[in-house]
């Protein structure tokens, strides 16, 4: 964490130190926020956000979910998101934009709150750890459910609902594991605490949808959209537990884990216990378009202005 920086808190620029919220915020007791993970990274052509366009419009959608009115634009989040990597000095980052209910009225009725907003960017390796990225991690499938889509709205990122995520992932860690996968309500493959997930089987990629109260990641896109650019046929659909246990390959997007693939889930090699050439393939276009290798996907890049030259 860059202690030494700013973080851009309603509207202004303050140090580290003084990004504070009263005890009373709403969001503190009843998780009335949503927010987003981002990255940047160091390209060619500089510093530049992976689809930030993309993790802007799911933000103020998350927010619209739960009946909270941005009071900024999608422009004026994402120059304030530029300009506080520029004051980071870095030249890789994670970004939080959190937008969350503030102190007012106590009691479950939010909408007499007032909206805040918060950015934040930190140095963070990837989630699951390089040495996971490159050799794969060991899962297992949680006692825990995703929680579903008739109790609060799973394809919303809002903090509230990390409870679950963060069950699983106590869950996983202290029995020894690098990531809990959770099923969802009806016993079917859902996702990892933080990743979307895909499964290979003699060439093929299949990844749950939205019926299996997933939340709709921006990684998940961009690998279906390079698997399928690379010829393979990826299909969104329901996928039985055992379905793990048969798979040749799988691997885990997101944009913290970035593409992870998965060694071992419940103690059994997947495949052959390493990453297989398909996820290879597919995590090698990632990685160049992360960092600004791939033409074909610069669009996906929103690359940070330089810091204007002192007068
Ligand atoms: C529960 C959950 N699922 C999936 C994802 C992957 O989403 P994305 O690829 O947009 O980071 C995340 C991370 O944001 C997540 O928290």
């Not at 103020?60 to 304030?80: K, N, V």
């Not at 040749?248 to 889930?265: C, K, N, S």
């Amino acid at each position: 964490m860059n202690q030494a920086g700013v973080i851009w808190m309603n509207g202004e620029h303050v140090p580290y130190e003084d990004a504070k919220v009263h005890v009373l915020t709403h969001a503190l007791h009843y998780g009335t926020g949503v927010f987003e993970g981002v990255r940047a990274y160091d390209t060619p052509r500089g510093t530049a956000i992976f689809r930030h366009q993309d993790h802007i419009e799911r933000l103020f959608r998350s927010a619209g979910m739960y009946l909270m009115e941005i009071p900024y634009t999608r422009e004026e989040i994402r120059a304030a998101t530029h300009e506080t990597i520029q004051r980071s000095g870095l030249k890789e980052c994670y970004i939080r934009p959190l937008v969350f209910r503030g102190a007012g009225p106590m009691g479950l009725y939010p909408l007499d709150c007032p909206v805040e907003v918060a950015i934040a960017v930190w140095e963070w390796g990837s989630y699951l750890g390089e040495e996971g990225k490159q050799h794969g991690v060991r899962a297992r499938v949680s006692s825990w459910r995703r929680l579903p889509n008739d109790v609060v709205i799973p394809a919303a990122k809002a903090t509230g609902q990390y409870l679950n995520s963060v069950l699983a992932k106590i869950e996983a860690d202290k029995a020894g594991y690098e990531e809990g996968i959770l099923l969802d309500h009806r016993g079917m493959v859902c996702e990892g605490t933080g990743e979307n997930l895909f499964v290979v089987k003699d060439g093929r990629i299949a990844t749950p949808g939205f019926t299996s109260s997933i939340l709709g990641g921006i990684n998940r896109l961009s690998a279906i959209e390079i698997a399928r650019d690379l010829g393979y046929e990826v299909v969104e659909r329901d996928i039985a537990r055992g379905e793990l246990y048969l798979a040749d390959e799988i691997f885990m997007t997101g944009t913290a884990a970035e593409l992870t693939p998965l060694r071992e889930i419940d103690d059994q090699p997947v495949g052959e216990g390493r990453p297989g050439p398909v996820t290879k393939e597919i995590q090698n276009v990632f990685e160049d378009a992360l960092h600004g290798r791939a033409e074909r996907y610069a669009h996906w890049l929103d690359v940070v202005p330089a810091p204007a030259p002192a007068p």
